[in-house]
């Protein structure tokens, strides 16, 4: 079964300054897909990032991108000039091609001051 | 720009009582899918829903658990007999939009928030 490792369980960034929140996942598959979502106080699930394991280039939104490493299983969110309204829990997603369900990460929760 | 709906927010119930949370996935969306988040802890799959038949479940879905398409435009999800273990954030997502791109990401709804007593 595919699993999911968040080993951070907080990490705290500065505005303006560049925070990397990591993930690995254990996979036999060659056909995936990787998410980063994003949930608020508010609890509501917000996708943040996407990228398809064939595609060997990074995915970037606006101030988040990925470091996407197949080789080592690896998929970090970087996000860049940091905001306040960064602050949430982070988790890693993943799923398989040939399946629908997202088996998620534990979560890293995400600490922005002024 | 489309999003998932669901109904209630936040439903409190006695254990034993059924409940229906009720959902309204992006209205050009083929699948639908339902998690739950126990309150600090990860989001777990409960199942997944194609073509109005259940494509894919976890071993949380057990017999007291069951989804409906009533119409064309809700997705409910019905716990027959509620424990206190089922208290917790229940999301509902769709993904797949018919004729299009992206089918592989899912686009969750706010959350009912359960709370059994």
């Known amino acids: 079964a595919q699993t999911v490792t968040q080993s951070q369980p907080e990490m705290s960034v500065q505005e303006a300054e560049t925070v990397t929140l990591s993930c690995t996942y254990d996979?036999?598959?060659?056909?995936?897909?990787l998410f980063w979502y994003k949930q608020p106080p508010s609890r509501q699930m917000i996708l943040v990032i996407r990228?398809?394991?064939?595609?060997?280039q990074n995915a970037t939104e606006n101030r988040f991108s990925v470091n996407f490493q197949k080789a080592a299983k690896s998929f970090s969110l970087k996000i860049s000039d940091s905001q306040l309204g960064d602050a949430a829990m982070y988790f890693c997603?993943?799923?398989?091609?040939?399946?629908?369900?997202?088996?998620f990460g534990t979560g890293t929760r995400l600490l922005v001051s002024p | 720009e489309p999003e998932v709906t669901q109904t209630p927010s936040h439903q409190v119930t006695q254990m034993g009582q059924e409940v229906i949370l009720r959902c309204v996935p992006i209205?050009?969306?083929?699948?639908f899918y339902w998690y739950r988040q126990i309150l600090g802890q990860k989001v777990e799959f409960l199942v997944s829903?194609?073509?109005?038949?259940?494509?894919?479940k976890s071993e949380i879905f057990d017999d007291q658990f069951s989804v409906e398409r009533p119409d064309g435009s809700n997705f409910t999800l019905k716990i027959r007999s509620t424990k206190l273990e089922d208290s917790a954030m229940y999301f509902c997502?769709?993904?797949?939009?018919?004729?299009?791109?992206?089918?592989?990401?899912?686009?969750f709804g706010p959350g009912t928030r359960l709370t059994v007593l």
């Open positions: 996979t036999s598959e060659s056909d995936y897909y």
């Open positions: 209205s050009n969306h083929l699948y």
């Open positions: 990228q398809e394991a064939y595609k060997q």
């Open positions: 829903f194609y073509n109005n038949e259940i494509s894919e």
């Open positions: 997502a769709s993904s797949a939009p018919r004729g299009g791109a992206g089918t592989d990401t899912q686009y």
């Open positions: 997603a993943y799923r398989s091609g040939g399946f629908q369900k997202l088996v």
